[in-house]
């Protein structure tokens, strides 16, 4: 794991924290775990967070719909937030990980829940634009060598 200090997406993990949101009502989505695993340079933090924290976070700053998805917008970050129904012109996925899913099943790493890179590359693979195809080959990477490292320190 990498200390934030080290992490070129630094920045954008801190100013997500200083939201002050209550743990177990939101995950790091998108890019974010591999953002945090160093793996590329963010342009911005997508979180997917409960119905409770959704209603009070769209009592706060409001929600912008594109014809397409619904979100919450951050003022001032570049911090998107969805939830269940965000994506409400795609057809529903019986197979798709739930947001509740994803905020029970996050990972924390440097203090922050982000969603499992299983999860991501789910999505990834359902969205599959160019930027999504890079990501899945730099999580597959990562992987390999992850299980490389295991297999080699686990030689007697």
Known sequence: MHALGLNMNHSKFAALTKYNLPPGQFAITGSGPLGIRNLKKIGD?????????????????????????????????????????????????????????????????????????????YFKNKMKRDKDLEDIRLVEEWQRKKNDEHKTNSRP
């Not at 911090?79 to 994506?87: K, L, R, T, V």
């Not at 990972?107 to 969603?115: K, Q, R, T, V």
Request: hydrophobic share 40%.
């Open 45 to 121: 933090i997508d979180i997917v967070v409960s119905p409770e924290l959704c209603d009070i976070l769209i009592e706060k700053y409001g929600v912008t719909d594109d014809g397409k998805v619904k979100k919450i917008i951050f003022p001032e970050d570049n911090i998107e937030a969805f939830w269940e129904s965000s994506f409400y012109t795609q057809p529903k996925d019986p197979d798709a990980p739930t947001t509740a899913d994803i905020i029970t099943e996050a990972e924390i790493i440097e203090g922050l829940p982000f969603a499992t890179l299983e999860v991501v590359l």
